[in-house]
């Protein structure tokens, strides 16, 4: 009687196709179940975007696109003290972006190859079964195939979720955390393709925050930065027709460093490119991977006034390959700007570099006068270089605001004192009134790298400007 028992269990479970017996089949593709309200809040970095420097991305669906074929986001981009919101539109078969303002166009290309990576692979047309075997395979020479591990449950800012991981292995586990109930990854930790040493990373993300709300989620109530006040006539890098090349050999004779940029004779407070190498002295078509360094700008008295890792909240930048391509807004001296590349080591990123590689060049770059917003130069007196001295109590005020010790008005009220007393000019065209919004707390977290010393006199007070300009600080 148990023999026959027996057998017709397994007459049973043959009859149940392979792969379903123990697992309900279960598609899905990236954008699966998008509906109007939901919210998303990413910790992400991708490798071409600052060699995978952090960056939060955070967008809203707001509406459908008038052709019914994709959504409206409200998309907003936090890179250390950089903030830009614009408008992006994705599609309903692939979440790829298919418009974006120009101000978020390179945050939404961030996007398109991180949170909505998977679309390569699995769409609304063609969805995937988060079981299988084989999604496909990845773009580098000899592409891995990407695969079902799994089921796992991960926990993120954004909560726990039982997941199943897709990934693939080579040289390093390459995973990507996929909730069903979820239209993009909750989480992602995917390597670079190399051929030799440890991988740097390709891209991260965490889900930090999601929900559905019918009106603009309070994160979204922020203005943009950094690229305002841009004048409309500043030239664009153009790195073919309009550049500067050179190389030069650290102090230390550590590395040789090749450099390009471009305007080849920029405009004070506009765009300049540059284009970096980090070379071995006895063979320049090898790089030093891991490259942890910093541009700086110096005045005739080679006192720091500009620092690039600074302007971003960092300690440093970082070239995973040995290789940059970053852009920067001139903050240097007419009609000079001094200019040092100081590098710090090799080493893991997050880490302490390793100081046996060190050193720096220095270099001038020829500079123009700044355009003011009508397209006329401001003359010679808009940046002297000279050093910027402010009194101990700001810095105190700007540690106490920082830590909440001190309201805005407060803080605000030290500001009219440097401006009253000629520490820093208002800028041209500044309303009188008071402030309506609340102002951003990474505006806080740049007050309190000024007063513990990360940032400079200078770097702080071109922040409050800023602020002033676009009307985050709005004084009486």
Avoid at 3 to 28: D, N, S, Y
Avoid at 125 to 131: E, T
Avoid at 318 to 328: K, R, Y
Wanted: net charge negative; proline share 6%.
């Amino acid at each position: 009687m148990q023999r026959h028992l027996v057998f017709a269990v397994l007459a049973v479970l043959l009859l149940i196709p392979i792969g379903t017996q123990f697992v309900h089949a279960t598609t899905w593709y990236p954008g699966q179940g998008l509906k109007q309200g939901d919210y998303f809040k990413y910790k992400v970095c991708w490798t071409d975007w600052h060699n995978c420097a952090p960056l939060e991305i955070d967008f809203w669906v707001a509406n459908k696109t008038s052709n019914g074929n994709g959504w409206n986001l409200e998309f907003l981009a936090i890179d250390g003290s950089i903030v830009q919101k614009g408008k992006v539109s994705i599609g309903t078969i692939t979440p790829d972006p298919t418009y974006s303002d120009s101000n978020v166009a390179d945050y939404s290309n961030v996007f398109k190859n991180t949170i909505a990576w998977l679309d390569a692979f699995s769409t609304k047309v063609l969805p995937q079964d988060l079981s299988s075997p084989s999604w496909g395979r990845t773009g580098s020479v000899g592409g891995q195939n990407v695969a079902s591990t799994g089921q796992e449950s991960v926990t993120v800012q954004a909560g726990t979720y039982k997941t199943w991981v897709l990934g693939w292995h080579k040289s390093v586990d390459n995973k990507i955390w996929v909730a069903p109930e979820i239209p993009f990854p909750v989480k992602a930790i995917v390597y670079t393709d190399v051929t030799s040493g440890v991988p740097p990373p390709d891209y991260n993300l965490e889900l930090l925050q999601t929900g559905n709300s019918q009106t603009e989620p309070s994160f979204l109530n922020v203005q943009s930065t950094a690229i305002a006040g841009v004048s409309s006539n500043c030239p664009s890098p153009d790195m073919v027709n309009d550049a500067n090349h050179d190389t030069a050999t650290t102090d230390t004779a550590s590395m040789i460093i090749e450099y390009r940029y471009s305007p080849a004779t920029p405009h004070q407070g506009c765009p300049v490119e540059f284009r970096l190498d980090f070379e071995k002295p006895f063979d320049q078509s090898q790089h030093y991977s891991n490259t942890h360094y910093d541009i700086f700008i110096v005045d005739d008295q080679g006192k720091q006034i500009f620092s690039e890792a600074q302007s971003k909240g960092r300690q440093d930048l970082f070239a995973p390959v040995g290789t940059d391509d970053l852009t920067i807004l001139l903050q240097g001296t007419v009609p000079t700007s001094h200019f040092v590349l100081a590098v710090y080591g090799t080493g893991p990123e997050g880490t302490t570099p390793n100081p046996s590689l060190g050193g720096l060049i220095k270099f001038d770059v020829k500079t123009a006068e700044p355009f003011t917003s009508n397209g006329g130069n401001q003359g010679s007196g808009a940046n002297t270089g000279q050093p910027i001295v402010i009194p101990n109590w700001i810095r105190n005020n700007a540690k106490w605001w920082h830590d909440g010790t001190i309201d805005d008005n407060t803080f605000v009220q030290g500001i009219q004192y440097m401006i009253q007393n000629g520490i820093m000019q208002v800028p041209h065209g500044t309303q009188s009134g008071s402030s309506s919004n609340q102002i951003p707390s990474w505006i806080k977290n740049n007050a309190g790298w000024w007063a513990d010393g990360t940032i400079d006199d200078n770097t702080f007070v071109q922040g409050i400007q800023f602020m002033i300009t676009n009307g985050i600080i709005v004084l009486k």
